[in-house]
């Protein structure tokens, strides 16, 4: 799952934050496969800011919030 902070990006690569986040969350998809997990095994889901883990606006917080959470279920 791929994070961001409150913080509006608008680039041309990451039109919004939820172009951003899930980009990261991509990104670590794609490493995994290569390094050998199955991709049927696996999902990239951005949530763009709105699932922030620290609500403030300093700093620390915003950097709190731009991350990258893995779920490990069993089927």
């Not at 509006?8 to 290569?34: C, E, G, H, Y």
């Not at 763009?48 to 700093?59: E, I, R």
Request: net charge positive; aromatic share 6%.
């Amino acid at each position: 799952d791929g994070h961001t902070d409150i913080l509006p990006i608008r680039t041309q690569q990451f039109p919004s934050n939820w172009d951003l986040s899930t980009a990261r969350a991509l990104s670590v998809v794609k490493f995994l496969i290569a390094e050998g997990i199955p991709p049927q095994r696996l999902a990239a889901t951005g949530f763009g800011q709105y699932h922030p883990l620290d609500m403030s606006n300093t700093p620390e917080a915003l950097m709190r919030n731009r991350r990258i959470e893995m779920r490990l279920t069993q089927r």
